[in-house]
């Protein structure tokens, strides 16, 4: 084995090996290996800079072409952690190769887990519905709130590089640990649902026109509803599709073709 002392990283070689990975992460997925493409090529100049002898480089290399699949963002903790334990590992400490695969392997599907939710689940579906509402009133404020979600996915995610890359292992355990993560996400997802709840009752418009004469007065149906609940019927339609996504694990292509079917025969009927 090549051992030299001193093989030392710089901080812009760490936020270099971030940039890589921000870039690559989805683009090379297979359903063989799904991510290991993009995190071998993130992590080859790394193991270049590391390691003189070219046995060593091609044991590196390999390593990390192995089967691979996390959440981006949150993942890049282990991405900084594994740079961190290759460092270790040049430097003649002694760190098997299982250990690096073995890490890897047990800590993408939890991180995998938290991102999803938290992320795309919650953060993104806020930053998108603002962005949609503010769209739809013509405010050029719209556009904003994505260009923001992907600013606050990218820091977040070089945090968490640097993190991985300074605490090591710790940083990890510490994580998964504590019952911030679990705060975090119950957090967020209690303003996921406020934020649905308002954004529906603006954005979801439907009335129907159904007057009936009884004894000679006109009843409309709307004001009758309005009267007991004002929003009813858009409040029963988000509750419709809530039920058939959740309970009938309806698809969103059909429940769009649903609500169309609807639309037009509502109206061609005089109801809606």
Do not use: C
Not at 41 to 50: Q, V
Not at 86 to 111: C, H, R, V, W, Y
């Amino acid at each position: 084995m090549d051992v030299t002392n001193n093989k030392s990283l710089t901080r812009k070689d760490v936020t270099k090996t971030y940039l890589r990975w921000w870039w690559t992460a989805e683009l090379s997925n297979s359903f063989e290996r799904m991510q290991a493409l993009a995190y071998g090529a993130t992590m080859a100049p790394i193991i270049s800079k590391l390691y003189d002898n070219e046995e060593e480089k091609i044991k590196g290399l390999k390593r990390h072409l192995l089967f691979f699949n996390t959440q981006a963002i949150w993942g890049a903790i282990i991405l900084g952690t594994t740079v961190a334990m290759e460092e270790q590992k040049a430097n003649g400490e002694d760190i098997p190769e299982d250990m690096i695969t073995s890490f890897k392997t047990g800590m993408m599907g939890p991180l995998a887990g938290i991102g999803d939710s938290l992320d795309f689940a919650t953060i993104q579906t806020i930053f998108y519905s603002l962005a949609a509402s503010f769209a739809i009133a013509g405010s050029p404020l719209g556009p904003i709130f994505i260009v923001a979600f992907s600013l606050l996915h990218f820091y977040l995610g070089y945090f968490f590089m640097h993190l991985g890359y300074r605490e090591g292992r710790k940083s990890i355990a510490d994580i998964l640990q504590s019952g911030r993560i679990n705060q975090i996400i119950q957090t967020a997802g209690m303003i996921g649902i406020f934020m649905m709840g308002a954004l529906s009752a603006g954005m979801v418009k439907l009335a129907t026109v159904l007057e009936f004469n009884v004894a000679g007065s006109v009843i409309n149906v709307q004001e009758t509803l309005d009267s007991i609940v004002p929003g009813l019927l858009p409040l029963a339609a988000v509750l419709t599709v809530y039920w058939a996504l959740s309970k009938k694990k309806v698809s969103i292509t059909n429940i769009m073709l649903i609500l169309t079917a609807v639309s037009l025969v509502g109206s061609f009927l005089g109801i809606l």
